[in-house]
């Protein structure tokens, strides 16, 4: 089980960037691929971004591609979530999360269900 500590969230205006970051408590971080999700009021939670374990592959929601960027630091046990150019409609609850890397792919790089280890969340919210 990999424990899941995200913080930098808060209040941002439309147009703004806002980073968040991830610590997780493990002894194999590079084990794992890692994931951000996001959960709006009143809304499923759904797939934002995902890094393989060695950070060589990315993969974006389409909402976010090319406004937000997902990286990771091996030696520091983080995932960082950096997001520019945020809408209202970014406005959410946003979670990180752990997938070992055996279970990770081309194919499964959104799927909620093989992130095995999620965060307690962080708040991001975006004022028009």
């Known amino acids: 089980q990999v424990q899941l500590v995200e913080s930098g969230g808060g209040l941002v205006q439309a147009g703004g960037s806002l980073s968040v970051s991830c610590a997780a408590s493990?002894?194999?971080?590079?084990?794992?691929?890692m994931g951000w999700f996001r959960q709006a009021p009143g809304k499923e939670r759904e797939f934002v971004a995902s890094?393989?374990?060695?950070?060589?592959?990315?993969y974006y929601a389409d909402s976010v591609k090319g406004r937000f960027t997902i990286s990771r630091d091996n030696a520091k046990n983080t995932v960082y979530l950096q997001m520019n150019s945020l809408k209202p409609e970014d406005t959410a609850v946003y979670y990180c999360?752990?997938?070992?890397?055996?279970?990770?792919?081309?194919?499964?790089?959104?799927?909620?269900?093989?992130?095995?280890?999620w965060g307690q969340g962080t708040q991001v919210t975006v004022s028009s």
């Open positions: 493990v002894r194999t971080f590079s084990s794992y691929a």
């Open positions: 890094i393989s374990w060695n950070g060589g592959t990315t």
């Open positions: 999360a752990a997938a070992h890397r055996a279970y990770y792919s081309a194919h499964y790089y959104d799927t909620e269900s093989l992130f095995g280890s």
